[in-house]
């Protein structure tokens, strides 16, 4: 489905498009613009689609359920409310999933712990795809069009790392040096050369992995990202991102938390942005949070990536700026091949992972391939 414009603000528009792009299996539109009138705030986002999630329960609607309750949760800080909508959307996708014969459910051993992974297998397979989300997703969500994937021929491996879904459950915070569990995931399935495609921040995980692990062969950045602290700057005015870099550099703690806790009132974005971004990484405060980002970048470790490159990016994308894309373009100046392509809204691939056009992203990636 196209990109619909739902709500005015944009995050809220941009979520609800999230599963509208994946189609009627995943939602029904008419009961999103209905719900999307009653949405004024956090609150009020939470309690629309907790509604929505029951209905679709009650009249065993289970993947609808599934992504209503998943967008109830999304918003929400850590508490007994955001664990029971993931609980709930967890249980309703598992009525379709684990009733999938064309899917098997492992689970990695990682640091004293393991981390959940979808396997699709295809018979006679072209090739082994490692696939893994970003900043705030978890496998489950990414079902219907890693399955739609899993049907060009290539086996599947979808994993949920550090900071992610059930692993962040576990205890593991999310983690930079993603080479690690990637290593986890290719020693356990014994995968001498892999594509690795990374979705969202996973851009950027999986360009990191592919600097350090050369069972690599092939890297997709769906979407780009370059350097987490960048990207988390971004939304504030261009006079007070120059103040907080020399906040950073003297460390001034107490100040750079004030900043950032009034940036939190006046945006919901940012409020949004700093209170998971603590939640996945077990940060105390702002200011912990974004000291952990500085880890997140690319800078000095490009010219390790040797395999084959795919640069993925949306021009009206409002998470990503989009000068990484061409910072990637420009750096990888030792990888095999460089591909990049930047969608435009002509082309209804705008937006941050091409949501409303998804598929669009999909054939994009398996003719490079």
């Known amino acids: 489905m196209a990109y619909t414009h739902f709500h005015s603000i944009k995050q809220f528009d941009f979520q609800i498009n999230r599963i509208l792009t994946y189609g009627d299996k995943a939602c029904d539109i008419n009961e999103l613009e209905s719900a999307s009138i009653k949405i004024t705030d956090f609150n009020s986002w939470y309690k629309t689609f907790k509604q929505l999630g ?22 929400l800080t850590q508490s007994v409310e955001k664990q029971e909508m993931y609980e709930k959307s967890i249980e309703n996708f598992n009525k379709t999933i684990l009733i999938d014969n064309g899917l098997k459910i492992e689970y990695v051993p990682y640091m004293n712990t393991s981390m959940k992974t979808f396997v699709f297998r295809s018979e006679n397979a072209i090739g082994n795809i490692v696939v893994f989300g970003g900043y705030d997703s978890f496998i489950e969500e990414f079902y219907l069009p890693v399955k739609e994937l899993a049907e060009s021929g290539y086996n599947i491996y979808l994993f949920e790392g550090p900071g992610q879904g059930e692993t962040l459950k576990k205890g593991l915070t999310f983690e930079p040096f993603w080479e690690k569990p990637m290593k986890a995931v290719l020693d356990y399935f014994n995968l001498d050369n892999a594509c690795v495609i990374g979705i969202s921040w996973g851009g950027y995980l999986a360009l990191r992995a592919a600097a350090f692990e050369k069972r690599i062969n092939k890297a997709v950045a769906y979407d780009v990202l370059y350097d987490g602290f960048d990207c988390m700057t971004s939304p504030f005015p261009k ?126 990636i398996l003719d490079w391939l």
């Open 239 to 364: 006079l007070i991102r120059i103040i907080m870099r020399i906040l950073f550099l003297i460390k001034a703690k107490s100040l750079i938390n004030a900043i950032l806790n009034k940036a939190k009132k006046k945006k919901l974005i940012v409020n949004w942005a700093i209170s998971h971004g603590q939640y996945i990484t077990g940060e105390e405060t702002p200011y912990d949070f974004y000291v952990h980002l500085k880890k997140h970048t690319l800078k000095g470790i490009m010219d390790r990536i040797e395999c084959d490159v795919l640069l993925l990016a949306g021009e009206k994308d409002h998470y990503i700026p989009s000068k990484h894309f061409y910072i990637l373009m420009g750096g990888l100046i030792n990888a095999k091949s460089v591909k990049g392509k930047m969608f435009t809204e002509a082309e209804g691939g705008a937006e941050h992972c091409q949501i409303g056009n998804h598929r669009l992203a999909i054939d994009y």
């Open 54 to 75: 029951e209905t679709a329960e009650n009249e065993n609607r289970s993947l609808h359920a599934a992504y209503y309750y998943r967008l109830a949760e999304f918003f």
